[in-house]
């Protein structure tokens, strides 16, 4: 009903977040990592913005489905388990399956740059040995 909410709201939140990154990073708050002879590391503000893609493109994903299926209205108070006095039942959906969507997609995220620390650090260790 109202799942698609908790991973949206958590967008909002880190497409915040990058933007401040982003800002520090352009005047220098932020040390760049690595030295001009070596290729650039991935910055921090490029994987948050890998998590704002996923989040935005599977909270609209989800608020299509649920307009698909007559869930969501064009009207005030938008939400059709709001105008059947179902809300109890909409924040029992937000709270498990929004919850642990927008967890879920964290996880995957925290994943990728993991692997993607790795894949830095190893290029330089083979650098090293070269």
Known sequence: MACFLV???E????TIAQKIVES???KGIV???SPVNEIPKVKFSEKLSWLNRMLWGGSALLAFEHVWHGEVNPVFPF???VQNGETADML???STAGVGMAVLV???WGTMVVASHAIENRKDKV???I
């Open 11 to 14: 967008a909002v939140v880190t």
């Open 106 to 108: 964290t996880l995957i």
């Open 92 to 94: 029992a959906e937000m």
């Open 79 to 81: 939400l059709t388990a």
């Open 127 to 129: 650098e090293e040995n």
């Open 7 to 9: 991973p949206a709201s």
């Open 24 to 26: 520090r990073e352009k």
């Open 31 to 33: 040390k760049e990592e």
